[in-house]
């Protein structure tokens, strides 16, 4: 809830001074009833604290203008919103004070008043906010003989009350709302619903147990479809909860909807909980396409399915989930796969598919060996370092790395300075173990290029380098020309600071100088802390 404008704030003050003004001059000068409806307008549902105020004023169209404003306002309030203006009723009085307002010194006979007003449900559960208990357990006594719905978000506000007796009054009254006609009510507080679950003042869980069971009924499948086809992320997912918990035809029927809604959890959702209630001729069209849904954790629910029920075009989809693009399908469809065929040469359909068309399915092939194949199929990776898709060279990079990385160092490191930062990253991760094989290569590359995604991967390689030399380099870094890395090693030059102090093995005299060398060489990047440390940690290796 957004704090109130200056417009809304200046309209409250010039209200609050008006009224001393016209308690001076009744009858001479009216007051500016326009400011109530610019205040309602506003929709700004923090004004309601400093208006009730003028529902107890001497004068009837003061009094009216203030319940018409409130009853405006609080139709804009979202139910998330509503246990903040609950404690904004108590504790905004900025515009008077405590000791002045009439407001604070309601009377429990007071609220019956507030029916003589228009719109009183709402100004009676505005009272129901009051800052005393006894005056909120008047409020709920009047708005527990309310019963069309516009009461309840004040009532599930005073579930949670810190007066027992409120608490009390608050809980019968809910109780005997729960029932088929008011399940739409329910339904439209339903934040404040499970909002109960979080609050510890009483056991709210038989409340929210008997709602959520009201909602699961049959009769409510019309309200959870509502709520599925809202724009409300939250609603739609805790309406989709509870339409998988009613377990009735109408919830199966809606769930079924819900295969190919846009939410891909909530496709899931339906798969793993609608899939299994179906028969065999209902549910085979509905896995041949969810086998290719593009939410992968759903291509494994209908994979899973599709193997368990054994169809008789079972052996071919899941043959097919074999060239997946992801590697959890695959490996799950290697699974069932061989659990009818032990012996399975999976590594044999991969090389078979090497030359598909597709350039995802190719791809595809290509990871799968790196799953099953064996070094002699490394070669073969080869051809694809230059294929026209990045995806492919990508692909052909990580096989080669599981592979028979050892053998393929120079790829890689062409592959390190390539154009596209893709490439260069994968070939980054094949370089990770396999980096001080070549470091004086990796620091002139660094000091050559040019290209930012190049220098940053480089950069990464060589801070796997030995402790001591690792330090050598961070210092370096500091002295680049290139922001980002400068403040990587900054980053990194921290770590390494406070790793030193707990280093067993020494610098050897080379590299002692070297690190001396680059101390004074980057004094200027350094504070005065950092150098203190450094020349106290490079004296103790003298």
Same mark, same amino acid.
């Given at each position: 809830?957004?704090?109130?404008? #200056?417009?809304?704030?200046?309209?409250?003050?010039?209200?609050?001074?008006? #009224?001393?003004?016209?308690?001076?001059?009744?009858? *001479?000068?009216?007051?500016?009833?326009?400011?109530?409806?610019?205040?309602?307008?506003?929709?700004?549902?923090?004004?309601?604290?400093?208006?009730?105020?003028?529902?107890?004023? @001497? +004068?009837? @169209?003061?009094?009216?203008?203030?319940?018409?404003? !409130?009853?405006?306002?609080?139709?804009?309030? %979202?139910?998330?919103?509503?246990?903040?203006?609950?404690?904004? $009723? +108590?504790?905004?009085?900025?515009?008077?004070?405590?000791?002045?307002?009439?407001? +604070?010194?309601?009377?429990?006979?007071?609220?019956? #008043?507030?029916?003589?007003? %228009?719109?009183?449900?709402? !100004?009676?559960?505005?009272?129901? $906010?009051? @800052?005393?208990?006894?005056?909120?357990?008047?409020?709920?006594?009047?708005?527990?003989?309310?019963?069309?719905?516009?009461?309840?978000?004040?009532?599930?506000?005073?579930?949670?009350?810190?007066?027992?007796?409120? *608490?009390e009054s608050t809980a019968t009254a809910v109780l005997h709302r729960i029932r088929p006609d008011y399940a739409t009510h329910f339904f439209r507080h339903l934040r404040l619903v499970f909002r109960l679950r979080s609050c510890g003042r009483s056991q709210h869980e038989q409340i929210v147990t008997a709602v959520t069971g009201?909602?699961?009924? %049959?009769?409510?499948?019309?309200?959870?479809?509502?709520? &599925?086809?809202?724009?409300?992320?939250?609603?739609?997912?805790?309406?989709?909860?509870?339409?998988?918990?009613?377990?009735?035809d109408q919830s199966t029927a809606l769930l079924k909807e819900m295969l190919s809604d846009s939410d891909p959890i909530m496709r899931l959702w339906a798969a793993r909980n609608v899939l299994a209630r179906l028969n065999d001729a209902e549910l085979q069209p509905l896995l041949f396409g969810l086998v290719h849904d593009r939410f992968m954790p759903v291509r494994c629910?209908?994979?899973?399915?599709?193997?368990?029920?054994?169809?008789?075009?079972?052996?071919?989809? !899941?043959?097919?989930?074999?060239?997946? &693009?992801?590697?959890?399908?695959?490996?799950?469809?290697?699974?069932?796969?061989?659990? +009818?065929?032990?012996?399975?040469?999976?590594?044999?359909?991969?090389?078979?598919?090497?030359?598909?068309?597709? %350039?995802?399915? #190719?791809?595809?092939?290509?990871?799968?060996?790196?799953?099953? @194949?064996?070094?002699?199929?490394?070669?073969?990776?080869?051809?694809f370092l230059d294929a026209p898709f990045v995806s492919t060279r990508k692909a052909a990079i990580r096989t080669l790395a599981a592979l028979g990385g050892h053998r393929y160092v120079e790829e890689f490191v062409a592959a390190l300075t390539d154009e596209h930062p893709g490439i260069s990253n994968e070939a980054t991760r094949a370089l990770a173990n396999r980096a001080g094989l070549f470091t004086e290569r990796l620091q002139s590359l660094f000091r050559a290029e040019s290209r930012p995604h190049v220098r940053k991967n480089v950069f990464k390689l060589l801070i796997n380098q030995p402790f001591w030399a690792r330090g050598i380099f961070l210092f370096e870094?500091?002295?680049?020309?290139?922001?980002? &890395?400068?403040?990587?090693?900054?980053?990194?030059?921290r770590d390494w600071l406070m790793r030193s102090r707990s280093m067993a093995t020494p610098p050897n005299r080379n590299e002692l100088q070297q690190l001396r060398d680059s101390v004074k060489a980057s004094a200027g990047m350094l504070t005065s802390s950092e150098i203190q440390e450094l020349e106290f940690c490079l004296k103790t290796y003298k």
């Open positions: 809830m957004k704090r109130l404008s #200056q417009k809304t704030s200046d309209l409250i003050r010039g209200l609050y001074a008006g #009224q001393s003004f016209w308690e001076k001059l009744i009858g *001479r000068q009216d007051p500016p009833l326009l400011a109530f409806d610019e205040i309602a307008s506003s929709g700004e549902a923090l004004a309601i604290p400093h208006l009730t105020t003028f529902l107890l004023n @001497g +004068r009837s @169209g003061v009094r009216e203008a203030a319940a018409r404003t !409130i009853r405006r306002l609080i139709t804009s309030v %979202p139910s998330t919103d509503f246990a903040q203006l609950d404690e904004a $009723c +108590r504790n905004d009085w900025s515009y008077e004070s405590s000791a002045s307002s009439v407001w +604070r010194r309601l009377k429990r006979t007071d609220v019956k #008043q507030f029916w003589r007003l %228009p719109s009183a449900v709402a !100004i009676v559960g505005v009272t129901s $906010c009051h @800052g005393s208990g006894f005056i909120r357990d008047a409020a709920v006594n009047e708005l527990a003989n309310i019963f069309d719905g516009s009461e309840l978000p004040f009532l599930l506000m005073r579930l949670n009350d810190w007066v027992g007796a409120v *608490r009201l909602l699961r009924e %049959p009769s409510a499948a019309s309200i959870l479809r509502e709520g &599925i086809q809202s724009n409300d992320r939250w609603l739609r997912r805790e309406s989709f909860r509870m339409a998988i918990a009613a377990k009735s629910e209908a994979l899973n399915l599709l193997a368990q029920r054994a169809s008789a075009d079972a052996s071919n989809r !899941i043959a097919d989930a074999l060239l997946d &693009i992801h590697s959890s399908v695959r490996a799950l469809a290697r699974h069932w796969i061989r659990t +009818r065929q032990p012996e399975f040469d999976f590594a044999s359909v991969y090389r078979q598919s090497l030359g598909e068309v597709s %350039p995802m399915r #190719q791809r595809a092939a290509i990871l799968g060996l790196s799953e099953t @194949g064996t070094p002699a199929d490394a070669e073969a990776m080869l051809l870094a500091l002295r680049d020309r290139d922001e980002h &890395i400068i403040e990587s090693g900054r980053r990194a030059l």
